[in-house]
């Protein structure tokens, strides 16, 4: 199973997967094997994910009828 909208939000703030990673302390990789399907995030990861950008984990990995529970992320654009 794959986290769906990762990519979504993360893009949608201009965030690279090196920017995702790097602050949550992970590799790259780690983020693309998420986005992928490869990999699963732990549950720490997947609760550090939903607080970051106030989603649910049903959101996340696609589920239907999820929606995102706030549009705000909390200190988290990428700053040219």
């Known amino acids: 199973m794959k986290l769906k909208n990762l990519a979504k939000l993360r893009q949608k703030r201009g965030l690279t997967q090196t920017d995702v990673a790097m602050l949550?302390?992970?590799?790259p990789g780690s983020v693309a094997q998420w986005e992928s399907g490869r990999a699963m995030p732990t549950a720490a990861h997947l609760r550090m994910l939903c607080d970051t950008f106030r989603v649910s984990p049903e959101y996340?990995?696609?589920?239907?009828?999820?929606?995102?529970?706030?549009?705000?992320?909390?200190?988290?654009?990428k700053v040219a």
């Open 24 to 27: 949550m302390g992970l590799s």
């Open 60 to 77: 996340l990995l696609g589920m239907q009828g999820a929606r995102a529970t706030d549009g705000n992320v909390i200190a988290l654009r």
